[in-house]
Structure formats: C-alpha cells, structure tokens
C-alpha cells in the first residue's frame, strides 16, 4: 500500500489550487490516520508560514527607498523564514560591472563591492542558476580566507539570483549555515520566491539611489562651477578646486599641479593635508608628470606596484598611498595645463564614473584656472607699472583721451607743488594755463596726430612765484587698434641746486653734499687725494640668494644696505657704489677730516655691531642671518668724476682701492671680519684692539704688505680671553716670523686652549706644523704669498 507522504504534494495541491472549503478540508482529515493528519497539518503549517514569509518581504519592503534598508530588512526575512545564521543581499552596479552589498560597521553602512563573476555569488550571477552548496570548505569556488579573517565558520550556503521582470539576473542573494541540520531543495525554491517577491523593490530603490546621486552630483558640479567661476585669485580658486575634488570622489585628499611655462615644472602651492607650501618638479617626471605630457587619465588600484610611484614620499611623511587618479587639466584648445590628482577613494579604487565626474568638473576647472591667471598677469603687470611709476626720479602725469589727469605719481605731485585728488579728473587747460599755457598744446598737438614731443630746459611757473626747470617729453597712449587713448607727460626737474643735490645724495651724507655744493663743482674735478677706500662683502651670498629667492633677496638686501649705509655717512664716508651684495666706500673725499682712517676703522666696527643686531632681529623671525668681510686701505688714489659726458661716477681709482678690495677677500682666508692694511694703521690715532694676521705679498705685487685685524666689535661670548690669547697669539707670530715654527706652534696652541674658534689661530698652527716637517727651501723672510685675487 502506498505511503501517506507519497500523496501529500497532492493533497495539498488540492486545498490551495482548488480552493476548498473548510468542511472539504475536514473531510479529508477525517479519511487520514492520526499521525497522517499530523503530518499533513504540519506540511500546511509549513506552507502558511512561506506564504506569510513572502507576504511579509512584499509588505516589509514596499514602503522604503532605501537600499540600506531593504538590504537590512531582507536579510532579516529571509533568515528569519529559512531559518539561518546570516545572509547577504547583492546587486549588480552594471557601471563598473561589479556585485555589492552594504554592512552595518558601527553606527554607519560600509559597501563591499568585487567583479560581479567572482567567487559563489558571482557564478550564481552570471549563470543565473541557484545554488545549494552542503560543504562550503568542499567547494573551490568558497574564498576560506574570508573566515580565517573573521573568525566566523561556513558550513553550508543557499544562493539564489534576484531576477527583474524579464528574468535577467539584477544581483544574488545568499544564505549561510542553516541553525539545525541543512539547507533543502525546498530552502532553495523559497530563497528563490522571496528573491523573486523582492526584486521590483530592490531595482526601484536602486535606480533611485542612482537618479538622486546623479541629481546630487549634478547640483554639487553646477555650485562648484558657479562658486569656482567667481574666484578670479589663482591661490583661493587652487584650494576651492581641491577641496571640491575630494568631496566629490569621497577621496582622502588631492592636488592640483598647474604648469609653469616658463620653468617647464608642476607646481602645486596648496596640498590638501600636506603642509608643503609649494612643490615643484619638471613637468615629465612621475605620474603626473605622465599624465601632463601624454594627456591620458591614470587610474592606479595599487600605489606601490606602480615604478613611477615615490615611495620615498609616503615614508617622510607617514602616510600610505592606496589609489590613485591623476587625469589632465584641458583648456579649450586641447592642452595641457595642469594635473588633478586624488589618492585613496573612501571605498576601493577610484571607478570609470570617478573619472566621468572629474572631467566635467575639470573643464571648467580649466576656464577658471586660466581666467584667473589672466587676472593675475593683468593685476601683476598694473602692480608693475604702478610701482615703476612710483619709483621713477621722474614727474608723470597720464591723460584720458579727454585729456583729463587720470594718473600721476609722487614726483609729478611734488614738482608740481599739488595733491593727488587736486590733481586727479583734472583738464589739462586747466592744470596748465597762462605762462603754462605752452604744455597743454603740446598735449592736444601729441592727442592729435599721435608723435611724440621733447621740450628740454623749459620751465614750468608754479604757484607762490616758484619756477621749476624741467626737460618735458610728451607721449602718445596707444591701444592694440592703434588708436590714441591718452598722452603722457614725463619730466624731470633740472634746477641746478636740484640736479646736484639729487646726485650728491646717491652716495654720500647731507652734510658732506652741503659742503661740497658750497665748494662748487670744481671740487669733482680728478685729483690725488690720500683716503682710506672702504669695501664690505657678504659672506656666501650666492648660496643664500638661491636659498631664499628673488623677492626675498631684494628684501634682505635693502635691509641690510640701508643699516650698513647709515653707519657710512654717520661717519662721514661717501658711498661709492654697490657691486651685487658689496659695498665701496671712501673716507676723506672730497674733504679730509684729518681722522680719515679712524672714521672708516669706527665704521667698521659698528657695521659689524649692527650686523650683530641685525641677524638677532633675523633669526627672532626665523631668517637667514649674515656674515660679511670688510676691508680697509689707506693710499694716495685719483678721486673724481670718471665715466661718459652720458654717464659720470664720482670715484675713485688706483693700487690702493686694488688692495682695499684684496684685504675684504682675505677676511675668507683668515676667519676674520676686517682687516686693514699697514697704510691704515699707521694713520691711526684712536685705541683699538689689533693684532697683526700676516705679512703678504699679493698676486702682481712685488712688495710684501703687514696686515692686521681689527677685533673691537667682539663680545666675551664672541671671542673669550681676548686679552691673554693676544698675548700668546703676539709671541707666536714673532717666533713664526723668525722661522721658530716649534716655539711658534706651542704659542699658538695655547692660543687655540683660550679660544678653540679663533680661526687664526688654527691657520698658523695648520701652516707651523707644515713648516716642521717640510721646512722652507729658501731663506725664510716670513713673507706669505697670496695666489688668488
């Protein structure tokens, strides 16, 4: 006789396809055993409850647009209903072609994402046939690795397409570790059923998500264009383009290198998370670099595998570099003119889409970088005129086309005995009128046909009866059509006492140009005059130059120049000029004092206490700090105007001012600060700390010459037991001079236990021990012959 449960699949077709009554159902019951009837009410118990369980995805899921929570609560159902440890819903992105699913980390959602025909899920997508795997550990397709991680153990997997409504395969969902025994050909059809039920939510709440981030991405890419369109300051709109890249690739940072032309480099001045105030590279090197000169997009996945990738970077910094995407900067002609470059996306590497967002957002990224640096360039070359403008020893004046004053500087204003807004919107009929009458037809003659006009020696008649002479020179405006937009008056004030007061006062004190304007010119005039010739050099100029930049070197400079020069005409010296970094200067021209050397040697002195203060000031603001060498030199030299009837210098010329320049050099040699020569010695008549430094004959000369160092400007920090080091320093020298080299070095030595730092020292004890054991050939005259200029 045929088993009951042969015939159940029946009899429960017949209560649900026929619909049958409860007393049919009754009367079914009535013809069944006691434990067939139990069996069969457990089958439709059973049954109810899938149908109550897919009643409840269709419920529980028809209410929300959320994929976070639908994956949540469908993970939930059918756990609940197959009664198994954990499940996990995939779908498909068919952008990038992967299978993802989000996780509750903490109190918010991480996105787990690989190629949608990998591992389990990923064969069950592609063949969109379901899978009931017994033995998870048996199957190769099981990644073990995932549980070694975790901790967690997989016994058994169910996993079951999630289909749209043309059967394609939209994601996968899947089942571990039934609670009591195994998963079922049953468990398979109701994972199957509840994928099926829950499909239409899924694919709706997944193409809103994907409708709403592009709406947002949309409305993030029009107030960034919007915001970034109305920075016209390259510096602000670099960190607004960067900010807005790492926002919307949920990157970790990024950078925006923009060419130099001129230098063929990337620069970056602002690095989201690097404190790195500017970087600079050629603009071939690296990644970037790749990316400039071929124009293709980079997406890296691994950082470190890539050979073009700085590793060195990473490891002075600490951080670690994941991802990459680097992708060029286009202006509308095609070329281009920077890199964008973002690291480590927030999950995985950076996608196709990342890419899509960062081109769009990079065009117009280009038309802002490119407006703003023309704005640049613009407000450059108006700071550059204004500042020409201002620095001229010349009166300007500029007029509008009707011919109205629309600008003027300083000298103009001091000249003309006016105020700038007297001045400004002013005609020029008016500025100039009566016995000035002259100037403004000379303006409307130059507005008119457009050539320029020269008045030399005119004069203009200013208020309170004060008459300036001038040479006028008046010049067209002309714009890029060749049209004239405006004139230009430039002119210079040539009164007598004017001119030779302003040239006087280039190069020495008021005091000394009064004087020597009451003398008259014929004191410029050459002549033989005996001075002390004054030179003063920075010690590695050229180095720190490079180190701190063109503008910051000009700074610096000034600085220093006009410390060092106020010093000089406190004295009494005479600027002679500045040669790069170095000074010259003459004491005694063009009148004695009778304290000449003195003077120069004070001077010296000071110079180097104010350097002393100076670099205090430096170092407090964290600057480069200074050493300079002087030398002093005092002979008979031609002093006077010299130079072209274009073009004089009151200078002076001669041996001496060659020696002057050779004893500054010779400060490098010996570790000193000023040196001065025999001639200037012995023209003292103030006390001052000396000591002699050598006996040289220099390069071309054949008459050997005593030098000395001048030590007054040194503090007991400076330099400790001046006075007994002095005195040993007195004997060695004498022994040294007498060819003692032996009684010399124990001198000296002594001299280096006082003061380890006194460079001289270490010098002459450098040149006994030489002399010991390779004694002179010839008849020592102590005479030491210096090779170099």
């Known amino acids: 006789m045929p088993d009951y449960h042969d015939y159940t699949p029946e009899l429960l077709s017949q209560v649900f396809d026929h619909r049958l009554q409860q007393s049919d159902i009754r009367r079914i019951l009535d013809g069944l055993s006691q434990s067939d009837r139990s069996v069969f009410l457990d089958k439709i118990s059973e049954t109810f409850e899938k149908f109550t369980a897919l009643l409840e995805v269709s419920n529980r899921l028809a209410d929300s647009l959320s994929l976070d929570t639908l994956f949540t609560r469908l993970v939930g159902l059918t756990t609940e209903a197959l009664r198994a440890d954990r499940g996990t819903i995939f779908l498909n992105d068919r952008a990038t072609s992967e299978l993802f699913s989000r996780v509750a980390m903490g109190e ?18 592609t063949s969109g046939e379901a899978l009931l795997i017994p033995d998870a550990y048996a199957d190769a397709r099981f990644n073990q690795s995932i549980d070694k991680k975790t901790g967690y153990h997989t016994r058994n997997i169910l996993t079951a397409p999630i289909r749209n409504k043309f059967g394609t395969p939209v994601g996968v969902i899947q089942i571990l570790n ?83 032309p001129k230098t063929s480099e990337l620069w970056a001045m602002v690095a989201e998370g690097v ?19 071929t124009c293709k997009t980079e997406n890296i996945h691994d950082a470190y595998a890539d050979p073009r990738f700085n590793q060195e970077v990473d490891k002075a910094t600490g951080y670690k570099t994941n991802t990459i995407l680097c992708m060029p900067v286009l202006n509308k002609s095609g070329e281009a003119i920077g890199v964008i470059q973002s690291l480590n996306k927030k999950d995985g590497p950076f996608t196709p889409k990342d890419e899509n967002r960062v081109m769009a957002f990079s065009a117009q990224a280009a038309i802002a970088i490119e407006n703003a640096r023309l704005f640049e360039d613009v407000l ?98 002309i714009n890029a059509k060749e049209k004239v937009i405006g004139t230009m008056l430039v002119f210079e004030d040539i009164s007598g006492e004017k001119r030779l007061q302003g040239t006087l006062a280039r190069y020495m004190s008021k005091e000394v140009a009064d004087q020597l304007m009451e003398a008259g010119e014929s004191e410029l005039g050459g002549q033989m005059k005996p001075v002390t010739i004054f030179f003063s050099d920075i010690r590695s100029f050229t180095t720190i130059s490079e180190s701190l930049g063109a503008h910051e070197t000009v700074s610096m400079l000034n600085e220093y120049f006009t410390d060092m020069v106020d010093i000089l005409f406190e004295y009494g010296g005479i600027l002679d000029k500045y040669i790069g970094d170095a000074i010259m200067a003459v004491f005694g021209a063009p009148f004695p004092s009778g304290r000449d050397a003195d003077k120069a040697v004070h001077a010296a002195v000071d110079m180097m206490r104010g350097l002393a203060k100076f670099n205090i000031k430096r170092a407090s603001e964290n600057k480069q700090t200074l050493d300079i060498g002087i030398g002093l030199n005092t002979a008979e030299v031609v002093v006077g105007n010299i130079g072209s009837d274009r073009r004089m210098d009151y200078t002076v010329i001669g041996d001496g001012v060659n020696l002057a320049s050779r004893l500054e050099g010779a400060n490098k040699v010996y570790g000193s600060n000023i040196l001065i020569s025999q001639g200037t010695k012995d023209e003292l008549q103030d006390d001052f700390i000396i000591r002699q430094a050598d006996l040289i004959r220099v390069k071309g000369k054949t008459k050997p010459v005593a030098i000395f160092e001048i030590l007054d400007h040194h503090t007991d920090k400076s330099f400790p037991n001046m006075t007994e080091l002095l005195k040993w320093f007195t004997n060695g020298y004498a022994q040294y001079q007498k060819g003692s080299f032996a009684e010399a070095l124990k001198s000296f030595e002594q ?39």
């Open 178 to 260: 039934k609670l009591e025994g195994h998963f079922a050909e049953g468990d398979l059809s109701m994972l199957e059923a509840m994928g099926a039920q829950a499909a239409s939510a899924l694919i709706k709440a997944q193409l809103y998500e994907e409708v709403e981030r592009s709406r947002k991405e949309e409305k993030e890419l029009f107030e960034v264009t919007r915001a970034i369109s109305t920075e016209i300051h390259l510096l602000p709109l670099i960190q607004k383009i960067m900010s807005t890249t790492t926002t919307i690739l949920e990157a970790n940072r990024s950078t925006l290198f923009v060419n130099d």
């Open 380 to 477: 450059n070359m108006k700071n550059y005129n204004e500042a020409i403008l201002e620095s001229m020893s010349s009166g300007l004046i500029t007029f509008d086309d009707e011919m109205k004053v629309e600008k003027c500087n300083t000298i103009a204003l001091e000249i003309l005995g006016e105020s700038e807004e007297n001045l400004l919107e002013r005609p020029v009929t008016d500025l100039f009128s009566g016995e000035n009458e002259w100037v403004a037809t000379i303006v409307a003659r130059v507005m008119g046909h457009g050539d320029p006009d020269l008045a030399l020696d005119s004069e203009f008649h200013l208020s309170g009866g004060r008459t300036v002479s001038v040479n006028l020179t008046t010049l067209p405006l």
């Open 751 to 789: 001299c280096k236990n006082l003061n380890p730092n006194d460079k001289i020292t270490a010098l002459y004890i450098d040149r006994c021990q030489h002399f010991i054991d390779t004694p002179p050939q010839d008849e020592w005259d102590g005479i030491w012959v210096m090779t170099s200029k």
């Open 275 to 293: 404190t790195t105030k500017e970087i600079r590279f050629p603009n071939h090197l690296g990644i970037a670099g790749t990316v400039f000169t």
């Open 108 to 125: 918010g959602m991480q996105e787990i994402r690989f190629p949608n025909h990998m591992g389990i899920a990923g064969t069950v997508f």
